[in-house]
């Protein structure tokens, strides 16, 4: 068992985290995965539950891009008036990497927590057997109901940050600058925040993966 734990350790811990900003081109709406549901707690329970969860989030993506849609349309109008033609080509070229960029990173970040909830229903496999042969789980099983909050939070999160359009506002042409800089100031501060909880479901699962390889396979003699 420490030998399949340890190999738990690797995939969860030696996997990188996403860099929080950097640069895209073409807008992009990313679906979520549809296998980003934590273990047993998290678990929908049947199928229709499921299909209305993917529904919900059907319904969200194609909301957030008839906004993006108008308010993209609302710019170009703007733009059309502007004077400078190069600094309004920049504007909305700017205009459509922040949506990108944050369609990209939630997508990324939500990868790596299904990464997270895949070897938490490991942890919790293991951690049943272990405490069905008699042996004491309780730290382990606190280390789980941890890990578990930390994930919802996260995952909620991410889902409310994948929500957002980060559409630049354009005042009048001569505040455009300050306009386009406060769109981007925002973005990187929302997906600096959202990554931090991921952050701390990272660290949730190195604790649950460090209590599971002391108390289970200490517990199970370390022969499996």
């Not at 939630?106 to 229903?121: D, G, H, P, R, Y």
């Amino acid at each position: 068992m420490r030998k399949i734990l340890s190999i738990l350790v690797a995939v969860a811990l030696l996997t990188p985290l996403y860099p929080v900003y950097a640069q895209g081109s073409q807008p992009v709406m990313t679906r979520p995965p549809k296998t980003a549901t934590a273990p047993g707690l998290l678990k929908p329970r049947d199928i229709n539950a499921v299909e209305k969860r993917m529904d919900k989030v059907e319904d969200r993506l194609a909301s957030l891009k008839d906004r993006m849609a108008s308010r993209a349309a609302e710019l170009r109008k703007k733009l059309d008036k502007f004077r400078d033609k190069v600094k309004a080509g920049r504007v909305e070229a700017i205009n459509n990497n922040l949506n990108t960029i944050n369609s990209r990173r939630t997508s990324q970040m939500q990868e790596a927590l299904q990464k997270i909830a895949n070897v938490l229903e490991r942890i919790k496999t293991k951690t049943a057997e272990t405490g069905s042969a008699g042996k004491d789980v309780t730290a382990v099983n606190a280390a789980i109901a941890t890990l578990e909050t930390e994930w919802a939070q996260a995952d909620a999160a991410i889902k409310a940050q994948a929500d957002k359009d980060y559409s630049v506002v354009v005042n009048t042409e001569s505040t455009v600058k300050a306009d386009a800089s406060s769109a981007r100031d925002s973005l990187k501060t929302d997906l600096q925040a959202t990554h931090t909880q991921l952050v701390e479901a990272r660290q949730a699962l190195a604790k649950a993966l460090s209590t599971a390889l002391s108390s289970i396979s200490g517990g199970a003699n370390g022969s499996e």
